[in-house]
């Protein structure tokens, strides 16, 4: 079965960086789509980015600009690059693939 694992979220400054990554698993990870979407409590889950097994990304609005998706298939892992955060950035940050998620990961931007 699928299975996503988030990591590298954290405590940054306003202005800051952070790299997410989403390791893969149960899947032919090269030839399928990949989502990041952020969830703040009390509001719906909002789409970040997707990445296409070409390697193209696209973006929301919110994010484009500053946020950079990447896929390395070798090691079946997604990147989502995140530069000059703000506090509303501030979300638990998930990964999908063909309607499975992972547990998500922490994104808090705060001085």
């Known amino acids: 079965q699928v299975q996503l694992v988030e990591s590298g979220g954290g405590l940054v400054q306003p202005g800051g960086s952070l790299r997410l990554s989403c390791a893969a698993s149960?899947?032919?990870?090269?030839?399928?789509?990949m989502g990041w979407y952020r969830q703040v409590p009390g509001k719906q889950r909002e789409w970040v980015a997707r990445?296409?097994?070409?390697?193209?990304?696209a973006y929301a609005d919110s994010v484009k600009g500053r946020f950079t998706c990447s896929r390395d298939n070798a090691k079946n892992t997604v990147y989502l690059q995140m530069n000059s955060l703000t506090p509303e950035d501030t979300a638990v940050y998930y990964c999908?693939?063909?309607?499975?998620w992972g547990q998500g990961t922490q994104v808090t931007v705060s001085s």
């Open positions: 999908s693939c063909r309607n499975v």
């Open positions: 149960g899947i032919t990870f090269s030839a399928n789509v």
């Open positions: 990445i296409f097994s070409d390697g193209t990304a």
